[in-house]
């Protein structure tokens, strides 16, 4: 079992930053990620990256923009996010993948575990 907890989401204004937090308890996963949906739309891939901090790999929509960064010894996930514009609106949500594969996947399906989600809204 792998327990993820976020934190962080806000009602900002275009043109801000903002970083949301995963807290991760429970089994070691290979892979952390952060997706996103907005009302009506289908989850989102935004970042992922390896727990050593390796192999960083980004949605084309926030490519520049987000930053996503790992801390093993507090097991928490950062999403630094730059410049944000109203489209980035959506709950966004942590998870994690146990599988050790060659580099991390932006599909849903290849994660396990989900966070509840977090709150993000852009205003313009």
């Known amino acids: 079992q792998v327990q993820l907890v976020e934190s962080g989401g806000a009602l900002v204004q275009a043109g801000d930053s903002l970083t949301l937090s995963c807290a991760a308890s429970?089994?070691?996963?290979?892979?952390m990620g952060w997706f996103r949906q907005a009302p009506g739309k289908e989850r989102e891939f935004v970042a992922a990256?390896?727990?050593?901090?390796?192999?960083?790999l980004y949605g084309d929509s926030v490519k520049g923009r987000f930053t996503i960064v790992v801390d093993n010894a507090q097991m928490t996930v950062y999403l630094q996010m730059n410049i944000l514009k109203p489209e980035d609106t959506a709950v966004y949500y942590c998870?994690?993948?146990?599988?050790?594969?060659?580099?991390?996947?932006?599909?849903?399906?290849?994660?396990?575990?989900w966070g509840q989600g977090t709150q993000v809204t852009v205003s313009s």
């Open positions: 429970g089994r070691a996963a290979f892979y």
């Open positions: 998870a994690a993948d146990l599988l050790q594969r060659r580099t991390p996947k932006p599909e849903t399906w290849a994660y396990h575990y």
């Open positions: 990256i390896s727990w050593s901090g390796g192999m960083p």
